[in-house]
């Protein structure tokens, strides 16, 4: 994993849609130094946020409109990236159920004219139900409170909170990695930024995250 920089991402979001909901929160840590960015993110169509979504991550209407703007978060996500010195190419996101965050990056960064800056992504909740498999557990639960339970970590209270999620995800990336020895390498994909992400407003695919799986 020579030349890779690893960075752990959690998002929240009003739904499942990146191309109708919106990001409400953005949370990153750097896995090198454990140095964590997290913003809350001010929407611009409060009123398109899922009811279920909003109970999820306990937000009222209100708190949509406060946060930093898309902008503003954009630019020092990248900041963030940028200290690295690296390209897309050698930077890799953790995140648990990859495929969701990923699009709503994709979506967040399009938004404002730009290309998100990492194109390598790694899911841990493949990592995890690899590992289940390995211990012989059959249809274990894998969203991140059950993932991090089966692998005896002790969590930071506070689910569907990216800062939170954030810290719990990279507590699990460690265990998975250091303490079970699960090789990331096969679960890599190199995924560049979408310019024309796929339309998914009528996407009624669940977040696995979302429920008790």
């Not at 969590?155 to 250091?178: I, M, P, V």
Request: charged fraction near 25%.
């Amino acid at each position: 994993m020579s030349g890779i920089e690893f960075t752990v991402l959690d998002s929240e979001t009003t739904g499942l849609s990146s191309s109708y909901h919106e990001m409400t929160e953005i949370s990153l840590i750097r896995v090198v130094n454990k140095c964590q960015l997290w913003r809350c993110i001010k929407c611009d169509y409060p009123e398109r946020a899922n009811i279920d979504s909003l109970r999820i991550t306990n937000k009222t209407l209100a708190d949509l409109g406060q946060g930093y703007t898309k902008e503003q978060v954009v630019e020092e996500c990248d900041k963030f990236f940028n200290e690295d010195g690296l390209t897309p190419v050698h930077r890799c996101i953790i995140a648990h159920n990859a495929p969701f965050d990923m699009r709503f990056c994709h979506a967040l960064w399009a938004k404002v004219g730009k290309e998100f800056p990492a194109a390598l992504w790694v899911d841990s909740m493949q990592i995890v139900r690899a590992y289940a498999k390995k211990i012989g557990l059959v249809k274990p639960k894998v969203n991140l409170d059950a993932s991090c339970n089966m692998l005896g970590i002790k969590k930071f209270a506070g689910a569907h909170s990216a800062q939170s999620d954030t810290r719990n995800t990279y507590l699990l990336w460690k265990a998975l990695t250091e303490t079970h020895n699960m090789d990331p390498l096969p679960f890599i994909k190199t995924l560049p930024h979408v310019l024309n992400p796929v339309d998914d407003s009528e996407d009624c695919g669940l977040d696995p995250a979302l429920l008790d799986l």
